[in-house]
């Protein structure tokens, strides 16, 4: 138990560490040159009376270490500014936006261990076969598609040919108005609600970039599980339970336990890279979360929305590495107790 | 004299014969550096193809259909393969120029030195670099060249990591103590001994670094942070494609997406055909693949 105390403090430590460093880029950001602070803020054809008014509301006139300081306190503090185009407070509005892609991303990231975790397996209890050639192969098929180029195909397939899942509209069909606020989850909100409609048009809403999501993580999984049922079989109980003669099924379930703490990884680390592929698939499906947000204020220069939200997605890493990492100790101390 | 000017042929033979995914996925690159060499004579784009076919679908004449300008959709998508060799390419390259010293400086110096930049490069991957890449550009304003910049800066990141963590490999062995007692200088150490033992770690990671900075470049592209509209960039292209290719002008978009994704599928076989071979030579089962950074 002390052991661990140190070790959750050095973490602690190493974190806070990390923390300046992702804020260091987001004040970086802004002044790579694009235009100065001051013209990014007031436009080319402000007045220099103008312009001065801003310097001295944004402390643009201060020495640049200091400017990095008093940025470092204010989002320390909490207050992480307003938009520049829209005047939005961009922490509230983050956090309002939250919900709408946790949804997303909850549904994807078990989709797609459901899916991508038991073909792995498949694909490595039949090494070098067949099934195992094609699973990897269509994993590296979907390896290769950035999020938007999947999102697009999947729209024209089954919006645009089939007609079977709905337009890229948002969260809700157009023609109904979102459910009372419990969760946040507009599926959810309309079952509380006791609302049919609302329940099967979110859920309908909902499918298409869950799909593409999982697909994603579900094509990254199958290689990396694969990958960890592959090492335990060079292990030596392995290769004492085969020459114990144990069925097939015995082998899978012994090599899965001891995969266990590289698959809780893997998934962990598709979770991490689900922050940034949730972000293109709202920008595609005009999803209204964060990660739409993030990006349309990327494309439109809005770098008070963007410093927040690199921040966000620096503590959402943190966040799910500090846990995946604790579910490994888990494993770990199930393994020494035994 | 024949033994040697056919060398580099032959290792080619030799890994496509040893690993079919490898073989395929540098078929498929091979047959779209060729279609990027006979494009401008065969299928000149930009051209006004002669008839009044505006937005029309895939036919015999146009394979790809025409898009709003009447061009020919084949040879501009043809046309894009310059982007999306070039510019990964040049990002790569820089990105080695830069990391790789800076990654060996690091391990070799060691101390805290060393622990300072590993955190440093470990802050900047907390953020998502598939959103870094593109917030960059916008920070360094949206052209080509920045993107290029962009990409490297983040590569270099990841190249530094994998070379700090080569020669930190080598060094737990005793390998640089054991070198530097035989009276070995530092520049053949860096350059005898040190860069061959950790090629192996490198080159292997060089197709997986391409991918991800394609499919990086084609999401600034498709932010609209890229080449200015109108190019042929892929990204670029599927972004004005994308509310007429749900709208029944499919063909618009699904070319350059369909090219986007070839390209990037035969890198990963590439990748993962080098890690087999490479794996079977260490006698492993497989060896360890890296996962998709973003």
């Known amino acids: 138990m002390e052991r661990w105390g140190r070790s959750i403090l050095r973490r602690l430590g190493l974190l806070a560490v990390l923390l300046l460093v992702v804020l260091f880029l987001a004040f970086l950001l802004p002044r790579l040159g694009a235009a100065p602070p001051v013209v990014m803020l007031g436009g080319a054809t402000a007045p220099p009376a103008a312009q001065a008014q801003l310097r001295a509301e944004y402390a643009l006139d201060q020495p640049v270490p200091v400017q990095f300081i008093r940025f470092v306190v204010r989002m320390a503090s909490g207050d992480w500014g307003r938009s520049w185009l829209t005047g939005a407070a961009v922490g509230a509005d983050l956090l309002a936006r939250t919900p709408a892609t946790l949804e997303l991303m909850l549904y994807a990231i078990m989709l797609g261990s459901l899916l991508g975790v038991p073909l792995g397996v498949t694909a490595a209890l039949n090494h070098s076969r067949p099934e195992d050639r094609t699973l990897r192969g269509v994993a590296l098929l979907f390896e290769a598609m950035p999020a938007f180029v999947l999102a697009l195909l999947l729209l024209v397939l089954l919006f645009s040919w089939l007609g079977v899942a709905p337009a890229p509209s948002g969260r809700l069909s157009i023609m109904l108005s979102p459910p009372p606020h419990v969760t946040g989850s507009y599926f959810i909100d309309a079952i509380l609600m006791q609302d049919g409609a609302g329940a099967r048009s979110a859920l309908s809403q909902l499918a298409l970039p869950v799909v593409c999501l999982a697909l994603l993580v579900a094509a990254a999984l199958v290689v990396q599980v694969r990958q960890a049922i592959l090492v335990q079989r060079d292990t030596g109980h392995f290769a004492h339970a085969r020459a114990q003669g144990m069925s097939r099924d015995m082998l899978g379930s012994i090599a899965l336990r001891g995969a266990a703490p590289a698959i809780a990884t893997a998934i962990g680390g598709q979770l991490v890279a689900l922050f940034a592929a949730t972000a293109v698939v709202e920008y595609v499906f005009s999803w209204g979360g964060i990660g739409q947000l993030g990006l349309d204020s990327i494309a439109r220069a809005d770098f008070a929305v963007v410093q927040g939200f690199i921040l966000y997605g620096a503590l959402f890493t943190m966040v799910v590495q500090v846990l995946t990492h604790l579910a490994t100790l888990g494993f770990r101390v199930r393994v020494r107790r035994a | ?294």
């Open chain 2, 1 to 294: 004299m024949r033994t040697h000017r056919f060398a580099q042929l032959r290792l080619l033979r030799g890994v496509t014969r040893r690993s079919m995914a490898a073989g395929i996925g540098l078929a498929i690159l091979l047959g779209f550096a060729a279609a990027m060499v006979v494009q401008p004579v065969l299928l000149p784009h930009g051209a006004a193809t002669g008839d009044v076919a505006i937005l029309a679908g895939p036919s015999l004449r146009h394979p790809f259909g025409t898009d709003a300008n009447g061009h020919d959709v084949l040879a501009r998508v043809l046309h894009g393969i310059r982007y999306a060799f070039a510019v990964p390419l040049a990002a790569v390259l820089l990105a080695i120029a830069v990391g790789v010293p800076a990654g060996m400086a690091a391990g070799l110096v060691g101390g805290r030195t060393d622990r300072v930049l590993q955190r440093l490069f470990q802050g900047v991957m907390t953020v998502p670099p598939l959103l870094l890449a593109p917030a960059l550009v916008a920070g360094m304003g949206p052209s080509v060249l920045h993107a290029v910049i962009a990409l490297a800066a983040l590569e270099a990141v990841v190249f530094a990591r994998i070379m700090g963590a080569e020669v930190h490999a080598l060094r737990r062995i005793g390998f640089v103590e054991g070198n530097v007692a035989m009276g070995v200088s530092l520049p053949r150490l860096v350059a005898v001994h040190l860069l061959p033992n950790t090629m192996a770690g490198l080159a292997g990671a060089i197709p997986r670094r391409v991918a991800w900075a394609l499919a990086t470049f084609a999401l600034i592209g498709f932010l609209g942070l890229g080449p200015a509209a109108g190019a042929t960039e892929w990204g670029t292209m599927i972004r004005q494609a994308m509310e007429p290719m749900l709208a029944d002008r499919w063909w618009l978009g699904v070319f350059p997406a369909a090219a986007l994704v070839m390209v990037g599928f035969a890198l990963n076989l590439l990748a993962a055909g080098l890690t087999d071979l490479r794996a079977a030579r260490v006698g492993q089962a497989g060896a360890v693949l890296p996962g998709a950074a973003g």
